[in-house]
Structure formats: C-alpha cells, structure tokens
C-alpha cells in the first residue's frame, strides 16, 4: 500500500494549482441496469479529443452481482489529504468506491496499473455495513482527513426507517467499514449530501427521504404533504457534533445537492431545491456564515414549463407544466460558475456566481425534458434529461448524464431512458455549447449516473489552502 511517501501528484493544495493540471484522458462512469436483468457496471469513456476513440467506451467492467443500483461513487484519497489532520500524505488517488444504493453493497476497484481496464479489488458486503454502522442505502462517497466518508439514506432494519441514515468511515488503507462518524446527532433525522470546510472546521449536510419515500418510485402524496426533507444541518467537524439546523420551510422539498466554495477562506456555498410544492420551482440557496452563524437565503428560481397533458407523464398531467426537477449542481474550481442541472425540463443552466448572494444566468443548453424531448446535438433522440454533471479541473467541460433513479425514470420517462453521456464547452465568458462529436451511448440495457474524472474532477476534491 505505501507505494510513496510522497503525495499523489494529482492532489493540488489549491484549487487554483488543479485547474493548472493536464486536461483529462478518462471518465468512469457508473452504469446501472434499470429492470435489474444484468449486474450494473462501470464504463470507461476516452474523453481525450486528439485520440480516434474519443467519446467511445473503451472498456466496460461488468460486476458479479445484480440490483445494486449504482448512483454515485468517489474516490478512495484526494486532495484533503494534504491537510494538517490528515495522516494519509502517501495515498494514491488510485481506487473508486461504489456503493449500491439499493443492494447496500459496495464495491472497490483498482484502476491501476491501466487506468483504462479497472478490476474488482474489493467487496463489502452489506452485512459488514449494517452490523458496524446500523446504516443502509450508501449514496455518496468523500474522500477526507479521517478515511473514506460515505453518507447513507437509510437507517437499520428491513425498509431502512429503523433509526436515522447517517454518515459511516471506511478504513482509506484496508477498505475496512470503521463504523459511524456522528457523535452528537441532534435533531438530524434525514440525510443526503454532506460537504465540508476543512481550515474552518465544520461539515454541511442535506436531506432527501427514507427509502420508503424513493426506492418504489416519488410519493407524490408525500411530496404534496411535504413529507421529503426541507433542512440543511451544521456540523463541527472535528467534533462529530451537530451545531446548527438551517430549515428552509416545508414547501421547499428534497434538500439536496451541496457545493461548498472551494476556496477555504470563503465560508459560503450553494444548495439544489428539487421543488416548491406551491408552484412547482425549483430554486437554488446560498449558505454563508455570518458572525458566527450560519444563514441562508433563497438566491435564484427556475420555474416550471407550461404543456399540455398529452405530453406529459401521468405524474404531471394534473398541474399542467413539467417542473425543472433540479437534480444536481456543481461549481467550477474558481468559485465562479455553478451549473444546475434540470432533469425535468432538459436544461443544463450555467450561473456567474462570482456575487454568491446574486447568482446571474449565463449559459443553457437542452437535452431532453419531460415535455420538449430536445434532441442531442447530432439530432439524435435524448432520454431523460441532464442530471449528474461532472466539470473538468479547468472549467472549459461540463459532462453530464441523463438517469436519476430506476423507479423515477419510469415514473417521468415512461417512454426510457437508454444511457447517454453528453459533454458541453464552456466560453471564456460563460456560454455552453454541445459537443456533437462527444455523445457516448452506453445502450438501452443501461441507465448512466455518476461520473468521475481521471485525476480528479470538481466534485472530488477538497481543498485545504487558499491561492495566491
């Protein structure tokens, strides 16, 4: 394990020293089967424009298992491991950790010594996660200055509603499940996302639903009651203590997505409100300490799409327009562009967030959509819409996917979503353009999800020193 005492070349104390490093070669993408048939995957896609595979799959790793439901993974070690916390400076950034969401499995892999061919390395099975955690339903994984971070959606028992879900630390070295990171709680009873600040100490987290409220499909009753989380928590980091709770009000469901400025001395960032059950927006928040406090504010809306019933799924067809659905978000490492992605009407926004509190549109581009059906570039049909991103270290690609979760595709693409990969360029100004020599299908047996970047990506990495 200890290949080097030296750190990664790939982890940059800054945010600015990584937007200086080589463009990416490789992604690996996360793969799911939708009905179940086969195992999920993992692709890896030539993103290289000067290599004749561009925008091909170059090799596929098929795992041993079926129902997972691959979502989101991370890698093993990043940046933060530079910090003054830390005791790992001699990890590589050499494996990938993937959970299934719905199996509670997770799964290891080695992409070394060729990075385009990964193997199994490891697999936890979830017996090891339930008996040292009392968790289930991993969703998404960080690297940090204690291990590896993996945040649940569920707690103990059968449906996963015996206790709260929570976050639970894996050994970075053996892969070992250590066991639960919280040791005040306080009120936090749902959880989704989790960020953090590591000069200043302290953890973010979000909320989504218990696993009866998503793994059969949306509740739209419960939607409508505003059943689904609507809070943001604070965390003391080092600590394991809950500090604050930021509640946005009930209206605003499903909590989810955070982003974190990745400049240290910046104590704010950015949160993805799913919808407002009162009119069906979506909204994104900015989060930012204030004499000691942590406050929020609602800092930008994006409403819902007017069409008629014929064109939309039964879901919808009683409020007459698809909501945007925001799915994900991801800031660019200079803290000045936040792309949101829409998964219900088919459009990837781009804002100038340089003023956090007045975030500006600057750039959209459309694939998809419950109602439009936009096309791909090359005019080819797109399923879906966008939904996880994934922005390049120099800020000049954003890729994204088109699957957010098996049972809610069915519910707002009853027509599928075969998997598709698309990458957009970003003007020097802002401004997003689609690539249509990049358009990876991975085909109707797959749905496609996370996706990570050779080296590190934007998502990947926490930062531990301001720039110059």
Not at 370 to 395: L, N
């Amino acid at each position: 394990m200890l290949e080097s005492l030296r750190p990664d070349p790939t982890f940059h104390p800054s945010a600015k020293l990584a937007m200086e490093a080589p463009p990416e070669r490789l992604a690996y993408t996360a793969l799911l089967s939708p009905d179940g048939s086969r195992p999920d995957a993992l692709a890896v896609v030539d993103v290289d424009p000067a290599s004749e595979a561009y925008g091909k799959v170059l090799y596929r790793l098929d795992m041993p298992y079926r129902g997972d439901e691959f979502h989101h993974f991370g890698w093993n070690a990043c940046s933060s491991a530079l910090s003054p916390m830390s005791g790992h400076s001699f990890l590589r950034r050499r494996y990938l950790i993937i959970p299934g969401i719905r199996s509670s499995r997770i799964y290891v892999i080695d992409t070394q010594p060729n990075p385009a061919r990964p193997t199994i390395h490891k697999v936890i099975e979830p017996e090891e996660v339930f008996k040292k955690t009392g968790y289930s339903r991993p969703h998404t994984v960080h690297c940090g200055p204690e291990g590896i971070y993996v945040s649940t959606l569920g707690g103990g028992g059968k449906d996963g509603t015996d206790g709260p879900p929570g976050i639970f630390l894996m050994d970075c070295q053996t892969f070992d499940v250590i066991g639960r990171w919280e040791i005040e709680r306080g009120p936090q009873k749902l959880h989704y996302d989790f960020w953090w600040n590591l000069p200043r100490d302290y953890m973010v987290s979000s909320e989504w639903g218990l696993p009866p409220q998503f793994e059969n499909g949306l509740d739209a009753e419960g939607l409508l009651a505003n059943k689904y989380g609507h809070a943001i928590h604070f965390w003391n980091l080092r600590e394991r203590r809950h500090v604050q709770t930021l509640d946005l009000g009930a209206n605003h469901q499903m909590a989810l997505e955070l982003r974190p400025a990745h400049d240290p001395t910046k104590e704010y960032g950015f949160l993805g409100v799913v919808v407002d059950t009162t009119n069906l927006e979506g909204s994104i928040w900015t989060w930012y300490r204030e004499n000691g406090q942590f406050k929020i504010a609602k800092t930008a809306v994006i409403p819902p799409e007017p069409a008629p019933a014929d064109q939309l799924p039964p879901l919808l067809q009683g409020f007459g327009a698809a909501p945007p659905l925001i799915s994900d978000i991801d800031l660019s490492l200079d803290d000045r562009f936040l792309y949101v992605a829409c998964w219900g009407t088919g459009e990837l926004r781009q804002y100038d967030v340089s003023d956090p509190l007045h975030p500006k549109l600057t750039g959209s581009v459309r694939a998809g959509g419950v109602a439009k059906h936009t096309p791909r570039a090359s005019g080819k049909p797109f399923g879906g819409g966008p939904q996880m991103t994934e922005i390049s270290r120099d800020g000049k690609r954003v890729y994204f996917s088109n699957s957010l979760y098996s049972s809610w595709d069915k519910q707002f693409y009853p027509e599928g979503v075969p998997g598709l990969q698309l990458m957009a360029h970003v003007g020097p100004n802002g401004g997003l353009t689609l690539d249509p020599k990049f358009e990876v299908e991975f085909g109707a047996e797959y749905a496609s999800h996370q996706i990570r970047l050779e080296g590190g990506d934007c998502s990947t990495d926490s930062f531990c020193y301001p720039s110059a």
